[in-house]
């Protein structure tokens, strides 16, 4: 099974507006962190934003914002505002387990285009 | 603040020849991950290294491909003999261990072609 689920291969968002790209997620540790990444046409892959599975709060940075929603197992991300340099591939990954063991798994990722 | 440093940024080579691909974490990182990107198995963790030890190389394909982390500064992947479906992109990231979780932060990336 995977861990890391994004449903949508594809979004569409008009500039200005506000759009949510879906991640579920598949553990069974208690203790575990998902990160969201942009990584737009020229390749590199940038951090975002990240929320622990013991935070009360939902992260915030910026336009970004994630809504976590642990019992079902959501960490939705949300950015406000869109921009055209928005348009990118996004990728939702986790990481499981605590100390030193800090593998993270992917998702298949969601192309955004922002259109003007 | 340099970032993660990879090279080369593009690799052509023919199939059989040795590939090297270097990477030079963030100064202060202490972890340094290599992944594997294509289009159809997405993100693929290959190995990972905490404090020049390598931890989990669960991901490497086949014994074509090791990796090594002389240093907390350098780190090579390789692959010998090379095939046309070792193309990818090749990202190297590093990050910190600590109490709180930190981010990987990644390189830009190697594009290798194998002919």
């Known amino acids: 099974a995977q861990k890391i689920t994004q449903t949508q291969p594809g979004m569409f968002v008009q500039e200005k507006e506000a759009v949510t790209l879906d991640c579920t997620y598949d553990?069974?540790?208690?203790?575990?962190?998902l990160f969201w990444y942009k990584q737009p046409s020229s390749g590199e892959m940038i951090f975002l934003i990240y929320q622990g599975s013991y935070d009360q709060q939902n992260a915030t940075e910026g336009r970004y914002s994630l809504n976590f929603q642990k019992a079902r197992k959501s960490a939705n991300l949300v950015i406000s505002a869109s921009q055209l340099g928005d348009s990118a591939m996004y990728f939702c990954a986790m990481r499981e387990g605590r100390g030193s063991n800090y593998k993270l798994t992917f998702g298949k990722g969601t192309l955004l285009t922002v259109n003007p | 603040d340099a970032g993660v440093i990879q090279s080369p940024r593009h690799e052509v080579t023919e199939m059989g020849q040795e590939v090297t691909l270097r990477c030079k974490p963030i100064s202060g990182h202490n972890s340094l991950f290599w992944y594997r990107q294509t289009m159809m198995r997405g993100l693929e963790l290959l190995i990972y290294f905490n404090n020049n030890v390598p931890i989990d190389d669960s991901g490497m394909p086949e014994d074509r491909f090791s990796a090594k982390m002389p240093n907390a500064s350098f780190s090579t992947l390789k692959i010998q003999p090379s095939e046309p479906r070792d193309s990818a992109v090749y990202f190297c990231a590093s990050s910190s261990l600590g109490r709180e979780v930190q981010p990987q932060h990644f390189g830009d990336g190697t594009r290798l072609s194998i002919l």
């Open positions: 553990t069974s540790d208690p203790s575990y962190g």
